[in-house]
Antibody, heavy 120, light 111 residues
Framework: QVQLQESGPGLVKPSQTLSLTCTVS??????????WSWIRQHPGKGLEWIGY???????YYNPSLKSRVTISVDTSKNQFSLKLSSVTAADTAVYYC????????????WGQGTLVTVSS | QSVLTQPPSVSGAPGQRVTISCTGS?????????VHWYQQLPGTAPKLLIY???NRPSGVPDRFSGSKSGTSASLAISGLQAEDEADYYC???????????FGGGTKLTVL
């Protein structure tokens, strides 16, 4: 069974870049078929798709965040990463990484999530 | 901006049946895209509950079922149990977003 684990700073200053990494275990990120996704949840709110990446490197981003988001993959480490630039307090959220089978648009496995707070 | 609309809250007594609706539009559910449902227990990550409108992943009790018609979908939970108290989210692909779109979530309270 695939397991995902987010890691990265829990506190980021305004205007800086938020950087998170998701480590995948129990399966190869480059085995093909899956997309690898980032989703966030503002405190007490619903879920927002940030973007996803295919193992080949093809990326798809939420248009509302596209200008600030970069998702990349490191197949040698079985990891994929999120960078969100020019953060503000509105980017404070729990960030989840998840796997998306190529056959569907749903997320079948999720990481436990990591809270990122944007504050000076 | 595309939205999937869910009721903010529903409630039911143990043993009862409740349904949660999810209303979309022509750019998502109405376009024929599948609807999926997630359960989020307090303080935990969402868990896939229903995929492809009415399919349950291994380990999900058959008390949970999904349906879809037109621009809407529903999640039904029968034989309510205290452990079902959670937030439930619907999700579909949206062509305007070119990605997955989530509903606002519904808080289920077991009375």
């Amino acid at each position: 069974q695939v397991q995902l684990q987010e890691s990265g700073p829990g506190l980021v200053k305004p205007s800086q870049t938020l950087s998170l990494t998701c480590t995948v275990s129990g399966g190869s990120i480059s085995s093909g078929g899956n997309y690898w996704s980032w989703i966030r949840q503002h405190p007490g709110k619903g879920l927002e798709w940030i973007g996803y990446i295919y193992y080949s490197g093809s990326t798809y981003y939420n248009p509302s965040l596209k200008s600030r988001v970069t998702i990349s993959v490191d197949t040698s480490k079985n990891q994929f990463s999120l960078k969100l630039s020019s953060v503000t307090a509105a980017d404070t959220a729990v960030y989840y990484c998840a796997s998306v089978p190529g056959s569907g648009s749903y997320s079948d496995y999720w990481g436990q999530g990591t809270l990122v707070t944007v504050s000076s | 901006q595309s939205v999937l609309t869910q009721p903010p809250s529903v409630s039911g007594a143990p043993g009862q049946r409740v349904t949660i609706s999810c209303t979309g539009s022509s750019s998502n559910i109405g376009a024929g895209y599948d609807v999926h449902w997630y359960q989020q227990l307090p303080g935990t990550a969402p868990k896939l509950l229903i995929y492809g409108n009415n399919n349950r992943p291994s380990g999900v009790p058959d008390r949970f079922s999904g349906s879809k018609s037109g621009t809407s979908a529903s999640l039904a939970i029968s034989g309510l149990q205290a452990e079902d108290e959670a937030d439930y989210y619907c999700q579909s692909y949206d062509s305007s977003l070119s990605g997955p779109l989530f509903g606002g979530g519904t808080k289920l309270t077991v009375l």
